[in-house]
């Protein structure tokens, strides 16, 4: 392939630590989508924040100078009220928990919104508001426990912003979790809900997923069976990449969108370890070594983690050389 990219038909993008951090847009992703777009590769923005509806949030990325329509935004509020849609009869009092975004998914698919477990609604749905707080989580506790159903639209336990990293609803959901003794059911990414709504929504066959977190990116688009790229631009580290479970490992480790348009390097097995580029890391004995090239360079972190992910032992009974993960 001439670059990274041709391979697909579409690119489905995380959005938060992939497209942008709270207000300001990551190097080169602005760039580097319309450039795909040039190219003719369908975009989708599959974001797990459920806290604003699709046009609030085509209408950040175009202020970023992306050419986004609501259409191309593929949230966890719809594939969460689709589940729901399933569940309950149609104009059903549902209790919502989270922003603007999931209210209106729920009123637009025909159901009453509640705020109240006194209204006695039949399900509770939840999702992340930064607004959210101990009122709302303990009315959707008291539905839940008198027999409401309860899905959530995602399970991340953070969000990036400039500041730093936040907690996100997964730390929410936790807290009804806590009440409850129960879990609910979730929409969005890893699980498969969210991905069928995009493949059915952007009408695309073959799609790379791009994701700054292999707990939901990553792992979703393996589950769902389809490549998956993790950028190294938002939550994921090079000890959480070394230390992957098989069901998150990313097809491609990029630094930042712009090599979508550069060749991948393809590794080398060596005698005993793997070689990307000028970097080659081995594995002598429980020790995995760097043997030639930079530590902090992409391709030592690509190598190490070939070498890892191949070996028969666990990582836990590796001496993994500190220089790849700081």
Same mark, same amino acid.
């Given at each position: 392939?001439?670059?990274?990219?041709?391979?697909?038909?579409?690119?489905?993008?995380?959005?938060?630590?992939?497209?942008?951090?709270?207000?300001?847009?990551?190097?080169?992703?602005?760039?580097?989508?319309?450039?795909?777009?040039?190219?003719?590769?369908?975009?989708?923005?599959?974001?797990?924040?459920?806290?604003?509806?699709?046009?609030?949030?085509?209408?950040?990325?175009?202020?970023?100078?992306?050419?986004? *329509?609501?259409?191309?935004?593929?949230?966890?509020?719809?594939?969460?009220?689709?589940? *729901?849609?399933?569940?309950?009869?149609?104009?059903?009092?549902?209790?919502?928990?989270?922003?603007?975004? *999931?209210? %209106?998914?729920?009123?637009?698919?025909?159901?009453?919104?509640?705020?109240?477990?006194?209204?006695?609604?039949?399900?509770?749905?939840?999702?992340?508001?930064?607004?959210?707080?101990?009122?709302?989580?303990?009315?959707?506790?008291?539905?839940?426990? =008198?027999?409401?159903?309860?899905?959530?639209?995602?399970?991340?336990?953070?969000?990036?912003?400039?500041?730093?990293?936040?907690?996100?609803?997964?730390?929410?959901?936790?807290?009804?979790?806590?009440?409850?003794?129960?879990?609910?059911?979730?929409?969005?990414?890893? %699980?498969?809900?969210?991905?069928?709504?995009?493949?059915?929504?952007?009408?695309?066959?073959?799609?790379?997923?791009?994701?700054?977190?292999?707990?939901?990116?990553?792992?979703?688009?393996?589950?769902?069976?389809?490549?998956?790229?993790?950028?190294?631009?938002?939550?994921?580290?090079?000890?959480?990449?070394?230390?992957?479970?098989?069901?998150? =490992?990313?097809?491609?480790?990029?630094?930042?969108?712009?090599?979508?348009?550069?060749?991948?390097?393809?590794?080398?097995?060596?005698?005993?370890?793997?070689?990307?580029?000028?970097?080659?890391?081995?594995?002598?004995?429980?020790?995995?070594?760097?043997?030639?090239?930079?530590?902090?360079?992409?391709?030592?972190?690509?190598?190490?983690?070939?070498?890892?992910?191949?070996?028969?032992?666990?990582?836990?009974?590796?001496?993994?050389?500190?220089?790849?993960?700081?």
């Amino acid at each position: 392939m001439a670059n990274l990219v041709e391979g697909y038909d579409s690119l489905l993008l995380d959005l938060d630590g992939v497209v942008y951090l709270g207000s300001k847009a990551v190097d080169h992703a602005v760039e580097s989508i319309n450039l795909a777009q040039r190219q003719g590769v369908k975009i989708g923005y599959v974001t797990n924040n459920a806290s604003r509806r699709p046009e609030a949030i085509a209408q950040q990325l175009q202020g970023f100078g992306l050419s986004a *329509l609501p259409n191309d935004v593929v949230g966890s509020a719809r594939a969460a009220v689709k589940m *729901l849609a399933t569940r309950i009869p149609a104009g059903s009092k549902v209790l919502v928990v989270g922003g603007e975004g *999931l209210i %209106f998914e729920v009123r637009e698919a025909g159901f009453t919104v509640v705020d109240s477990a006194s209204e006695l609604p039949v399900a509770v749905i939840q999702g992340f508001s930064p607004e959210v707080g101990w009122r709302q989580l303990a009315e959707a506790s008291y539905a839940i426990q =008198r027999g409401a159903i309860w899905i959530a639209t995602n399970q991340d336990w953070t969000i990036p912003r400039e500041d730093g990293i936040a907690p996100g609803n997964g730390t929410l959901v936790s807290a009804v979790h806590t009440a409850v003794g129960i879990l609910p059911d979730f929409a969005g990414k890893p %699980f498969r809900p969210i991905f069928e709504s995009a493949i059915e929504q952007l009408g695309v066959k073959k799609p790379l997923m791009i994701g700054d977190r292999i707990d939901t990116d990553i792992k979703g688009g393996v589950g769902f069976g389809i490549d998956t790229a993790c950028v190294m631009t938002g939550i994921a580290t090079r000890k959480e990449l070394l230390a992957a479970k098989p069901d998150e =490992r990313p097809t491609y480790i990029l630094g930042d969108l712009k090599e979508l348009f550069q060749d991948y390097p393809k590794p080398k097995i060596t005698r005993s370890g793997v070689k990307f580029g000028r970097e080659e890391v081995q594995l002598i004995g429980t020790k995995v070594l760097l043997v030639s090239g930079d530590p902090r360079s992409l391709n030592a972190l690509r190598a190490a983690c070939q070498v890892i992910w191949n070996s028969p032992i666990p990582i836990y009974g590796l001496d993994v050389e500190a220089a790849l993960y700081e």
